[in-house]
């Protein structure tokens, strides 16, 4: 158990759709990163938060938008979703003090887009 | 931009051999690197990672990995290979220069380890 909460495991919805995907970092970590594992892309980096600030941004859809709030837990939000959105949405989070910056992951969200 | 390359998406073992799972990067500077694995339907495990110092790593379930500078090559290894090591496998670079508390990593496609009884 690597201690990164992620809800719900499974969800499908049709196109147009929109979503919310929640994360609740390990206990102490100021940092939220988002990726999606999708079989033809790999694991893409989305987005980085740090302690409720944006920090990084990657191959994120303008269609997607993530929040991390006051008690550090983070939400992914998906909107007009479309077939190719479906995909394993994991969330990882990271200690400053590690310095070296392994990050811990959940255990991923399943959006199946109909 | 940094990057990662796994060039086998599969690799097939008998039970009891030894393993390699190859790993080449590109990144300006010196490279953190990363192992993980991700076994059906669960997230990433850490196992493994270089920052500075020996070139053989040790870490989680009797894997090493192997940091090559000249050949940009992060391989990871272990000596006897497990039936329960079967899994995908992720090497991960992060860009030493990324800014402070920014340690998103670069994945590479994952090498699927299947070992065989």
């Known amino acids: 158990d690597s201690g990164v909460t992620q809800t719900p495991k499974h969800l499908i919805t049709a196109t147009g759709q929109r979503v919310t995907l929640r994360c609740s970092p390990r206990s102490g970590d100021l940092s939220v990163y988002w990726y999606q594992q999708s079989l033809d892309q790999g694991l893409q980096f989305l987005i980085q938060y740090y302690n409720g600030e944006e920090r990084a941004k990657g191959n994120i859809l303008e269609r997607f938008s993530a929040q991390q709030f006051p008690d550090l837990h983070s939400e992914l939000n998906l909107s007009s979703l479309e077939l190719g959105d479906s995909a394993l949405y994991f969330c990882?989070?990271?200690?400053?003090?590690?310095?070296?910056?392994?990050?811990?992951f959940g255990e991923g969200s399943r959006l199946t887009v109909l | 931009a940094q990057s990662v390359a796994q060039p086998e998406d599969q690799v097939n073992v008998a039970e009891g051999n030894p393993l390699t799972v190859k790993c080449t990067y590109s990144v300006s500077g010196n490279p953190y690197l990363f192992w993980y694995v991700q076994y059906p339907n669960r997230g990433l495990q850490f196992l493994l990672k270089?920052?500075?110092?020996?070139?053989l790593v040790k870490g989680s379930y009797g894997f090493e990995a192997e940091f090559n500078k000249s050949q940009t090559s992060f391989h990871l290894k272990k000596p006897s290979a497990l039936v329960s090591d079967s899994a995908l496998y992720f090497c991960a670079v992060r860009d030493p220069y990324s800014g402070a508390g920014s340690y998103q990593l670069t994945f590479g496609k994952g090498t699927k380890l299947s070992v065989i009884p």
């Open positions: 990882a989070s990271s200690t400053p003090s590690a310095g070296t910056g392994e990050l811990f």
């Open positions: 270089y920052i500075t110092g020996d070139n």
